[in-house]
């Protein structure tokens, strides 16, 4: 008899099957293994899970009607009984496979796509009992996590499977949520922290999580065992388990059994992805004989081809487009096909203006002449440190034609760090950067909504200045970022994204919010049958939700005004601006929606603004810009260490210097970390305005500046609070008498 134990999860499906051996006399009951594999499925759980199938009865002989299936995973529920499989609990699937195979063992972790479990054996009188904690609600410790944030690095999976965690010098990111770890990654790599680095993070990151959220206070004690993916493929968070554990067993004093090495103690086992599956087929021997009998594929053929569409007509809302004239007549009017035209430096009478926004994914340049005519606009995708991006935007900017620069300006996360580096004019906050680019094209915008990588920014206007303000930086719900993210998730490129969702004939309904529950609420939703490209649209049409009454909490569109202007380079994606328009106009019939003409740029060119006033501010005004050569042949260093820690007040903040060769640099002889002549340091990472200094007397510099700050711009609800109190002196005489 042969038994199939198959693990269908979030991100993969993984099945075995084995030749059944019953315990003979003298003889133990065992199994030879006779196929196995395991699969991404791209959110198609039920054509791999059909796929699976089909090539166990070809390869291994599986027969319906003889041999049993067992499944596991969290579209086993769903798809099992198509199949006649039973369903059997992953976690007790695990703990049966463990138990069989390493009588050991009393701690198992297992790090799974969108989930954690950790396992504790115990030993009784009478056996073994075991304590299961999981966590699959917050992606943060899993291996879509890594993943994810791998890819924002750019770093490739055998790259990422290959990088240590033993040596490196570690920096902090947030171990309690997916996406706060995200944003530290962002802000590491603004720093100039090299990518290496922020892996092995990531990989503290992961481990930590594990250790404070999933042990409950209980010690892992030896003998370990690590499975799922993430803990077989990538070397170094096997390194991380090893030298936290050693460390926990040490601080403990925890005795470890005599002559092994602690390392010794912690077991990656080659078959670590198969051990739900295994477990399946443990459990299934000991089934009685009717129940479990393989069906055949018929039932879940049928649900592929025809039962999914049926049960997702009956639950699926409308398309992004209703028909093909609703796409037409939104393309004519919104799909702007415009480019900067580009002339050479010969054309053009007086030096050009340069502005550049250092953004969270990509960083942004764009050229205006004197007269403020937009001439070339360029991108350059984040390298993971802010001076490759800047030299990179630098050479495209000079192969254009354009070697005299009469102001430069910057803004986005990166101007401060770059402001002396590249000899920058003016450094322009992003509120005003954009709302100077929007309004130089449409002074009459009453509400501007930038929609960017990490971020999403609200900018209610008043007379042509921003009244209101708000921002959505800490959670990637509604930003560009998580729509990449799922795109690459399904092997799509992001370019295609509105294509691919413009196909969709239905979509679910996602549930507004967390970007955390979003991915969980997609889960969900793949594991009915939603493909792809219902997905993506899905998740376009939810967006707005998301911008305007999660992040910007706004109830009410129609009293910040009329003319709405939608930029940022997530609105390059056409099924974000369809859904947006739809939104937009639900709530606030007669709106005025367009789309920025250069909405990635818009930053850009209003940092480019800022550049031109600054050089129409005085006569003769001469640009710091250190020329283009100068910054080709930059070269820096960055350091984070002990040495480099704030200690200016508790938070202690684990700076990053950047040290960048500059002529006439004074260097720093005196600090911590010497700096010779000729070289000048830019510090990051800093929590405040403190941190940006290493000495005394710079400290009181900047204290002495943050006071003339409170003067000139005085915290007005404070001195209300104090005058409302106050008792007055001639009061005080009236109660007296």
């Known amino acids: 008899m042969k038994l199939v134990g198959m693990d269908v999860g979030s991100t993969t499906v993984k099945a075995i099957a084995v030749e059944w051996r019953a315990a003979a006399e003298g003889e133990a009951s065992g199994y030879n293994i006779l196929w196995q594999d395991y699969q991404r499925h791209n959110t198609r759980q039920a054509e791999k899970v059909l796929e699976f199938l089909g090539r166990m009865e070809e390869e291994a002989q599986v027969v319906a009607g003889r041999d049993r299936v067992f499944f596991t995973g969290s579209g086993a529920g769903l798809l099992g009984p198509l199949v006649g499989a039973k369903m059997i609990q992953e976690v007790v699937a695990v703990a049966a496979c463990v138990e069989r195979l390493h009588p050991d063992v009393r701690f198992v972790s297992e790090i799974g796509g969108e989930d954690m479990k950790t396992i504790f054996f115990t030993a009784t009188g009478t056996g073994r009992s075991k304590q299961v904690y999981m966590q699959s609600a917050c992606s943060g410790g899993t291996g879509t996590f890594i993943e994810k944030t791998a890819r924002k690095l750019q770093v490739a999976s055998e790259q990422l499977a290959a990088l240590p965690y033993a040596g490196m010098s570690l920096h902090k990111v947030s171990s309690k949520c997916g996406i706060f770890a995200e944003t530290d990654a962002n802000t590491l790599v603004k720093t100039g922290v090299p ?5 092995a993070s990531l990989f503290e990151a992961v481990v930590y999580q594990n250790l404070a959220t999933l042990t409950k206070g209980n010690t892992p004690a030896p003998e370990v065992l690590l499975l799922g993916g993430p803990n077989l493929f990538f070397k170094g968070l096997q390194e991380a388990w090893r030298h936290h554990l050693g460390k926990l067993w040490e601080q403990r004093k925890l005795v470890l059994p005599e002559g092994r090495d602690p390392a010794s103690l912690i077991t990656v086992p080659a078959e670590a992805l198969y051990y739900a599956c295994l477990g399946c087929v443990e459990i299934g021997a000991g089934e009685a004989g009717g129940v479990a009998v393989y069906e055949g594929r018929d039932r879940l053929r ?4 025809e039962g999914q569409q049926e049960e997702k007509a009956k639950a699926g809302g409308r398309a992004l487009v209703a028909c093909a004239e609703d796409l037409t007549s939104f393309v004519a009017e919104f799909d702007l096909k415009r480019a900067a ?3 050479g430096a010969a054309e053009l009478v007086g030096p050009v203006l340069i502005g550049c926004d250092f953004g969270s994914t990509t960083a942004k340049a764009v050229v205006l002449s004197p007269e403020k005519e937009l001439l070339f606009t360029c991108y350059a995708l984040s390298k993971g440190n802010p001076i490759e991006d800047a030299q990179s935007l630098f050479r495209q900017v000079r192969e254009a034609g354009y070697p005299e620069v009469g102001g430069l300006a910057l803004t986005g996360y990166g101007k401060d760090l770059l402001r002396d ?5 003016v450094a322009v906050v992003e509120t005003v950067a954009h709302a100077t680019g929007t309004l ?12 960017g990588g990490t971020d999403v920014k609200i ?4 007379q042509g200045t921003v009244a209101d ?3 959505n930086s800490q959670c990637s719900s509604g930003n560009g970022a998580f729509l990449q993210g799922v795109a690459e998730r399904y092997a799509i490129p992001l370019e295609a994204y509105a294509e691919k969702a413009f196909e969709a004939k239905a979509m679910p309904t996602l549930a507004m919010g967390c970007g955390v529950f979003l991915q969980s609420d997609i889960v969900n939703q793949q594991r009915k049958g939603w493909a792809a490209e219902e997905i993506m649209a899905a998740l376009a049409a939810v967006l707005p939700v998301n911008v305007w009454i999660y992040a910007g909490q706004l109830q009410n569109l129609r009293s910040v005004g009329r003319k709405f202007v939608l930029q940022g380079g997530t609105h390059r994606n056409m099924a974000v601006v369809k859904a947006q328009v739809d939104f937009i106009r639900g709530k606030v019939p007669e709106a005025d929606v367009v789309l920025h003409p250069y909405s990635g740029e818009a930053g850009a060119i209003g940092a480019a603004l800022c550049a031109a006033d600054w050089r129409a501010g005085g006569a003769g005004r001469t640009s710091r810009f250190r020329g283009f050569e100068a910054i080709a042949a930059l070269t820096y260093t960055s350091t984070t260490a002990a040495d480099t820690v704030c200690k200016w007040c508790p938070i202690n903040c684990t700076r990053t210097f950047i040290d960048v060769q500059l002529p006439g640099a ?9 700096l010779a002549a000729g070289w000048e340091r830019v510090i990051s990472g800093n929590s405040c305005p403190k941190g940006l200094v290493e000495d005394v007397n710079e400290l009181r510099e900047v204290k002495t500046k943050l006071e003339e700050v409170k003067r000139d711009y005085p915290n007005v609800a404070e001195m209300v609070r104090k005058d409302a109190f106050r008792r007055s002196h001639a009061g005080s005489e009236a109660v007296a008498g």
């Open 666 to 674: 004074k260097g720093r002889p005196w600090s911590k970390l010497p």
């Open 440 to 451: 130089h094209f449409y002074p009459d915008a009453d509400v501007i909504c930038d929609v």
């Open 469 to 471: 303000f708000r921002l």
């Open 459 to 462: 900018m209610i206007l008043r």
């Open 302 to 305: 049928w649900w592929v081809e």
């Open 195 to 199: 990518v290496e680095e922020i892996i």
């Open 341 to 343: 035209s580009v002339r």
């Open 421 to 425: 580096v590249v000899g920058a004019d």
